[in-house]
């Protein structure tokens, strides 16, 4: 499950990177916003995320999708 974490977020911030596919649908204002949990979900993963259960990174996926969907 942490995997899939760490793969939900870099290909959403691949997607909104400036060439990628999502980039012109997403005002800058969300991507802005969307970028910074991306990114505070990640330091998360590597710091204290690193043992934490199957539950906790469920949530934290959860979280991610409510924007990125």
Avoid: C, H, P
């Avoid at 596919?21 to 800058?28: G, I, L, Q």
């Amino acid at each position: 499950m942490k995997n899939a974490v760490e793969q939900y977020v870099y290909d959403n911030r691949a997607y909104l990177d400036t060439y990628g596919d999502r980039a012109k649908y997403v005002d800058e204002a969300t991507k802005d916003k969307f970028l910074g949990q991306l990114n505070a979900v990640e330091e998360w993963l590597y710091n204290d995320g690193q043992n934490v259960s199957k539950e906790d990174y469920e949530a934290k996926l959860n979280e991610l999708k409510i924007i990125g969907q």
